[in-house]
């Protein structure tokens, strides 16, 4: 599987600069054309890579040529690589990590991101990603459940919403205590009390580590054999902490779907006077279903909350969203002035949200995937995956395996015995390839684990998974 790329000389002259110019449209008609027979063949194509990385090295790889090659030779040995080298995540029976596909709205809006090329930094810069970020923020903050007064920014995704929201976080308990942490540092800084979920995804930890904070300075609350942090011990245990305090509580565990007590959890908070961060990279979405919406409950009341569109929300990668009930700590915490970046007189300027400045018109695919799914729409999806789940838990039960989590939502653990035997089980599915499933260690045990987050996956799919684990976990000798 060779890519040629023939070599052509740098454009020079304006004449030939005019004439690269002209291939555009051709060009794109190209990826047009790779991404009409990719969609053809998504569907049925096997879940996983067909060339290994010494292939992709091989056809991709070697030293940078000192002249520049066609571009439609580059794009034809990119998509020839991609369909040898991807995984189908975004196709219908993907269910590892929490991946969401593309909704077609969105992916197409993602084509128009690039074509633009906005720079979603100030208003001066894109007055429309200005005010579709505006737009969609609203939108999806209201679809979460949360107050119309808080304030919102597109970040990569659910990392940099915790990570955001940490630092609002770490200014405003600061704040209080009489510290100004974005002057000053955390040299010599009061010392902040920090409660988790022991079963906190793992990049709270991250997060609270770059935010100087210390990832294991923290006070790790028990949680139950679901993963929701047990709301009497975080009560107990900041009863023992005094000074700036933050909590970190989850809705929808990365392993179980499992949602902490938020209510409780907001009360034990708000008596201690601490800042109520909620991770929901997924879980938030559980809002938009009249049928999950108790799920969430009290997380109207955290102070700071961080998920992502690129997982249930089904937008391309990346984006993820901080939404923060104190505005001018989000502003103090993320915005710095240039002389050159002057406010925007009243306008949204997204750059005052989030961590980085230059960025991608993230909100658009946003935009594009609620305008086309419609409230309606986003419910039906969520409502549909942990359908799904449902049948892959009761349906994998009944051929004898164990299901370690209650599914309360889109996310199943399932054990097939030892935990050789589950590593086998997933290995063999993962070479199968009619769908794809990840392993992972569940409170010491070893499980494969099921998400559902696709907008395409059908119910064949589902069966047809369920037959393909079914056959893998048998075909493993005792
Ligand atoms: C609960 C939770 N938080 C945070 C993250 C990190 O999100 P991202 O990979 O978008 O940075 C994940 C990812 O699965 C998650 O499940």
């Known amino acids: 599987m060779p890519f040629a790329v023939p070599a052509l000389p740098i454009p020079t002259s304006p004449g030939e600069d005019e004439r690269m110019r002209q ?137 940099m919403a915790n990570f955001t929201s940490l630092a609002c976080a770490r200014h405003s308990v600061l704040r209080k205590a009489g510290w100004d942490v974005e002057t000053n540092g955390l040299s010599g800084a009061p010392p902040i009390e920090i409660c988790v979920n022991e079963e906190s995804h793992y990049t709270i930890f991250l997060a609270l580590r770059l935010l100087g904070l210390g990832s294991a300075r923290v006070r790790k609350i028990p949680a139950d054999g679901q993963g929701r942090m047990r709301a009497d011990r975080l009560g107990a245990a900041l009863r023992e902490t005094s000074g700036p ?12 779907g499992a949602f902490d007590p938020l209510t409780a959890i907001a009360d034990a908070t708000r008596e201690r006077g601490a800042w109520l961060h909620v991770d929901g990279a997924f879980g938030v979405w559980a809002a938009a279903s009249p049928q999950h919406a108790h799920l969430v409950r009290g997380i109207e009341r955290a102070d700071s909350v961080a998920t992502d569109a690129h997982k249930w929300l089904n937008v391309p990668y990346d984006c993820g969203l901080v939404f923060c009930a104190d505005e001018s700590a989000h502003r103090s915490a993320m915005s710095l002035a240039a002389a050159y970046i002057g406010a ?114 059908t119910d064949d799919d589902v069966e047809n998974s369920i037959e393909a684990i079914v056959r893998c976990a048998r075909s493993i000798g005792s």
């Open 245 to 256: 305090c933050i909590v970190c509580a989850q809705a929808g565990n990365v392993n179980t």
């Open 344 to 457: 925007s007189g009243g306008e949204r300027d997204p750059h005052e949200f989030v961590p980085e400045e230059s960025r991608r018109a993230r909100a658009i695919p946003v935009y594009a995937a609620l305008r086309s799914l419609g409230r309606r729409g986003l419910a039906e999806m969520i409502e549909r995956n942990c359908r799904q789940a449902r049948r892959f838990g009761n349906a994998l039960r009944a051929e004898g395996f164990e299901v370690l989590n209650d599914i309360v939502l889109n996310q199943v653990l399932v054990s097939f015995g030892a935990p050789e035997r589950t590593q086998a089980t997933i290995a063999a599915l993962q070479q199968d390839g009619t769908c794809w499933c990840g392993g992972t260690v569940w409170q010491g045990r070893t499980a494969m684990r099921i998400s559902v987050s696709n907008w395409s996956t």
């Open 23 to 159: 291939i555009i449209p051709a060009l794109l008609d190209s990826v047009r054309d790779h991404a009409r027979s990719w969609f053809e063949t998504l569907p049925a194509r096997p879940v996983r890579a067909s060339a290994s990385s010494a292939q992709l090295r091989q056809s991709l790889g070697g030293p940078l040529a000192e002249n520049g090659a066609p571009p439609a030779d580059v794009i034809a040995a990119l998509a020839s690589a991609g369909a040898a080298g991807t995984i189908a995540s975004a196709g219908p029976r993907y269910f590892g990590f929490v991946v969401g596909g593309s909704a077609p709205a969105a992916l197409a809006a993602d084509w128009l991101v690039s074509m633009w090329d906005q720079n979603a930094c100030t208003f001066a810069h894109s007055p429309l990603v200005s005010t579709v970020e505006q737009i969609t923020g609203s939108w999806l903050r209201d679809l979460a459940g949360l107050p119309s007064t808080m304030s919102f920014g597109f970040v990569t995704g659910g990392h």
